[in-house]
């Protein structure tokens, strides 16, 4: 099976800016979280989408917000960039969102600059 | 202060020897995992525990859900296995949770 896949890979913006990443899930899983990774703040968790539906959201302002298609694929945007919002993100996709059975899988991430 | 604590944050060690990674937390989980994160960004999922301990060729991970403490252990460890280790806990409660992620330890196994 084809892993979890990521795009772009890299991206540079400018403040003030949108943008919009896409994530790809492992063929039959359904539910997709996002995360960021900053050297500052390390990993934090963004939100979760499962059934097109978002389920769970993390600590971050409006701006970020997600959304999920029927094919499970997942995209990001963030709007109004700011030059904190310079990160890794990172996708990761599992079965289901059921806890007892959580193993997730990474994509490569999309590597963030804001200039 | 971090709900997750790892220690240590850095470790060099030569080829071969046994690496031991710790993890404590503070609220109550369904399931911790222990992920590897390779320069360049690339996160693998090593263990998903929940209770006891899991092996995995020279990997081992443990879990003390009363001490709330984890432990990854590296046996005859070799220089590929040089990255940085991240706990990540998925708490038990309620509420909009995803994973929470300890700082993570950088580990550099030298030939």
């Known amino acids: 099976k084809a892993g979890v896949t990521q795009t772009p890979r890299y991206l540079i913006k400018t403040r003030g800016q949108q943008v919009t990443l896409s994530c790809s899930p492992i063929s039959g899983h359904r539910s997709v979280s996002w995360y960021q990774q900053t050297p500052g703040q390390g990993l934090q968790f963004l939100f979760e989408y499962f059934s097109e539906t978002q389920r769970n959201k993390g600590n971050f302002p409006g701006r970020f917000s997600g959304r999920q298609f029927s094919n499970s694929r997942s995209e990001m945007n963030v709007s109004t960039l700011e030059l904190g919002d310079s990160a890794l993100y990172l996708c990761a996709s599992s079965l289901s969102p059921d806890r007892s059975s959580y193993e997730q899988y990474f994509g490569p991430g999309t590597r963030l600059t804001v200039t | 202060k971090n709900e997750v604590e790892q220690s240590p944050q850095n470790l060099t060690a030569q080829e071969g020897e046994f690496i031991t990674i710790n993890c404590s937390y503070s609220?109550?989980?369904?399931?911790l995992h222990w992920l590897q994160q390779h320069p360049g960004g690339g996160i693998v999922s090593l263990f998903m525990l929940s209770s006891g301990k899991k092996k995995h060729g020279r990997l081992i991970a443990t879990i003390n859900i009363q001490e709330k403490h984890s432990s990854l252990h590296i046996t005859a460890s070799h220089p590929r296995d040089s990255a940085v280790y991240i706990c990540?806990?998925?708490?038990?409660?309620?509420?909009?949770?995803?994973?929470?992620f300890g700082k993570g330890t950088h580990l550099i196994i030298q030939p």
């Open positions: 609220v109550g989980i369904s399931a």
């Open positions: 990540a806990v998925l708490s038990s409660g309620g509420g909009a949770d995803g994973l929470t």
